[in-house]
């Protein structure tokens, strides 16, 4: 079985797309990242994997993430290249024959997108969605592989670059995906077609 893992925050006022927040405010931030979460929902649940969505303080059962379509778990402590692998780890433990992983940050994801990364895999060890300010939206892999999430200087332009080089350094190849945006600031969020209401 195909395992589908989303990385998601608690919507929390104040906690969410604090970078937006900064421009729009903070119920604004909130209302814009409960629309990014509604997206990635509504995407993620026509792919046919097994989904997990790992939220990054606590489970919510009364959520619309609902327990028939998505399997709820909570991110480990630790950076992001820690929780990815913990996430990859549990699932390849479930005996994942092939693992992918996205965030909710992306507007322009599509149900298309996640299920060419699956079958990217196919002829890849690893596959990834670069994201347009130097980091990815997108990995995936076939085997349990936390060496790629070691030693990379996270939020910074450098993450999908250093990836890339542990990948091929390991000669070990990766399937490219489409480079997309993260929303991270009101501009991003204008430039994708969405209307700052604030």
Not at 41 to 60: E, G, K, S
Request: glycine content about 6%.
């Amino acid at each position: 079985m195909n395992h589908l893992l989303i990385f998601i925050k608690n919507p929390i006022k104040g906690e969410v797309k604090t970078r937006l927040a900064a421009t729009v405010g903070d119920d604004e931030a909130l209302r814009i990242y409960l629309e990014l979460l509604k997206h990635t929902r509504n995407i993620a649940a026509q792919v046919d994997a097994q989904r997990n969505v790992f939220y990054a303080h606590f489970i919510n059962q009364e959520d619309e993430w609902n327990r028939s379509d998505f399997d709820k778990h909570v991110q480990i402590n630790g950076d992001l290249g820690e929780k990815m692998a913990a996430g990859f780890e549990a699932v390849f433990e479930k005996k994942a024959r092939k693992a992918v992983i996205i965030g909710s940050d992306c507007a322009s994801l599509t149900t298309d997108i996640i299920n060419t990364a699956f079958a990217k895999l196919d002829t890849h060890d690893f596959v990834i969605g670069p994201a347009d300010d130097g980091g990815y939206y997108l990995i995936g892999m076939k085997e349990f592989s936390p060496e790629i999430f070691q030693n990379i200087e996270w939020s910074t332009e450098k993450v999908f670059s250093q990836t890339l080089d542990i990948i091929t350094n390991n000669n070990k190849t990766c399937g490219l995906l489409p480079t997309l945006s993260d929303i991270d600031y009101e501009e991003d969020w204008i430039k994708y077609g969405w209307q700052i209401t604030s």
